[in-house]
């Protein structure tokens, strides 16, 4: 099965960033967003109070490849209106993660019950938003046709630290050809919004990863004989961040539950 196969399986309100984020608001839907609404920019979420938002922000400037940061909120309001009309942070994501003191305490479909006053919202570019450009360009993507969540690994590649904010960079991967990771290499420097360029291919422990058939983070794909493993940049990194930062909370996507926005993935800015 071929991922044009797989999203012509999609459900209609699938195809469209604003279908996806009505079916989650209603909770209606708290799945992997992989494939959906191809062509729009999925994104990673953090929130944090106020009073942190500083350094994490200066966290997302210093490490814009795991961290690149797409849209911002206005303390205590949950819209994006820089990446949607209509978007709610606190019920338009399939599924959230929450964290008190480094902790993770729950995983929940509609974080309304705990917004805050002071909360900021972070939204960070995507590697699920490259996967359409990927596919434009011949390459399948193998997770996308596996049903499966991308895989995760905390890598040995450290941040940047800014504050209390630091630690291991978290890298998807996908496998390719030598010749299908150069073509991948190409698409993806193009799309600095959506993590840019791969920063690893070939030899998993170069980067600290002992096993890449047994990831940090979603689930384990094929890798056949021929591919490498390409790793990119991901942001589940600041889920690690937390770990080791400790903020009394903080809300995150749950891995593969993204936000979609209304912004094409070749549109997406850094800011």
């Not at 940047?160 to 990771?181: D, I, K, L, Q």
């Not at 021929?226 to 889920?239: A, I, K, L």
């Amino acid at each position: 099965m071929t991922s044009t196969d797989t999203q012509s399986q999609l459900p209609p309100w699938a195809a469209t960033p604003a279908g996806v984020r009505s079916q989650a608001r209603q909770g209606l839907f708290n799945g992997n967003t992989s494939g959906m609404a191809p062509g729009y920019g999925q994104s990673n979420l953090v929130i944090l109070p106020k009073s942190w938002a500083e350094d994490f922000y200066g966290y997302c400037q210093a490490n814009p490849t795991p961290c690149p940061l797409i849209g911002m909120t206005q303390p205590g309001d949950p819209a994006v209106p820089m990446l949607g009309t209509d978007i709610d942070l606190r019920t338009d994501l399939p599924r959230y993660r929450v964290w008190r003191d480094g902790q993770l305490v729950d995983e929940i479909d509609d974080v309304s019950s705990l917004w805050q006053d002071d909360f900021v919202g972070f939204v960070l570019g995507c590697s699920l938003s490259f996967e359409y450009a990927l596919e434009q360009a011949g390459l399948r993507v193998r997770h996308v046709d596996e049903g499966k969540i991308v895989p995760m690994y905390h890598s040995s590649i450290q941040t940047r630290r800014v504050g209390a904010f630091h630690g291991p960079m978290v890298v998807s991967m996908r496998p390719y050809t030598p010749e299908e990771a150069r073509i991948a290499y190409e698409v993806c420097a193009r799309l600095p919004g959506a993590h840019g360029a791969p920063i690893h291919m070939g030899n998993p422990a170069e980067i600290g990863i002992a096993d890449v058939h047994h990831p940090d983070e979603g689930e384990p794909t094929d890798i056949l004989p021929g591919e490498v493993p390409v790793f990119w940049g991901c942001g589940v990194t600041p889920q690690a961040a937390a770990l080791l930062a400790k903020p009394p909370i903080l809300i995150t996507h749950a891995p593969g539950h993204m936000l979609i926005g209304d912004v094409p993935v070749e549109h997406l800015r850094l800011i």
